[in-house]
């Protein structure tokens, strides 16, 4: 457990909130409801809580993507854990190549010191412009690409303590019509159906808002 996709609890953590029930013949549910459930985690914070252990680049444009916004001096970007790997660059001719690589001292990351509500661990998701450059606002192109390490140093226990709590609910509903097997809306729904989970996640979901 830990990189991208994986589930946010472990299938022994399960169990063991089931009684402990050794019939190997329920592995195959109970993975298919930390799935869904996860899946369902994500849905309902705009965020994913694992980590990738090697830098990807992706792009942003300036109109809002979900819960990605770009704006002059501040990019509301995809969580990152380090600064290891980091490469923040922009497409100042609109050709499609990223060729401005941004110095440390023309950025700033946020939330300052990985620490939200006093609680410490958190990523980064927000760039801000402190020096020279500017995040590119007339292209047609996405000006902005973000090379990093995505997600999360470690699951929050909140996160995984939810992710047990409705896999739980939504285990014993393997018997019911199709089952867990549809993931589709069906993660977010278990999620939203449970006050428990709900008020676990509450403080780590997010919503998109442009600070200029």
């Known amino acids: ?17 089931l009684g402990g029930t050794n019939n190997s013949g329920d592995d195959a549910a109970m993975t298919s409801a930390l799935l869904v459930v996860s ?17 990807t680049a992706r792009a942003y444009g300036t109109q809002s993507v979900g819960t990605c916004v770009l704006s002059k001096n501040v990019a509301i970007v995809d969580d990152f854990h380090t600064t290891t790997g980091l490469v923040i660059a922009t497409d100042t ?41 500017a995040f590119p606002m007339t292209l047609r192109r996405a000006p902005l690409q973000v090379t990093a390490q995505w997600g999360w140093t470690a699951v929050p226990h909140a996160i995984k303590e939810a992710c047990l ?48």
């Open 1 to 17: 457990m830990g990189d991208l996709g994986d589930p946010y609890a472990d299938l022994v953590d399960l169990q063991s909130r």
């Open 39 to 55: 899946r369902g985690i994500e849905k309902f914070c705009h965020r994913q809580f694992n980590k990738a252990t090697s830098a």
């Open 93 to 133: 001719s609109d050709d499609g190549t990223y060729a401005t690589t941004w110095a440390t001292s023309d950025r700033q990351l946020e939330p300052l010191n990985g620490i939200v509500d006093g609680e410490t661990g958190w990523p980064y998701w927000l760039i801000r412009a402190v020096g020279s450059n």
């Open 165 to 212: 709590v409705v896999a739980e609910e939504t285990f014993k509903l393997k018997d019911a019509p199709f089952g867990v097997a549809n993931l589709g809306e069906w993660g977010v729904a278990r999620v939203k159906a449970n006050p428990m989970a709900m008020a676990m996640l509450a403080p780590y979901r997010r919503d998109a808002v442009l600070v200029m």
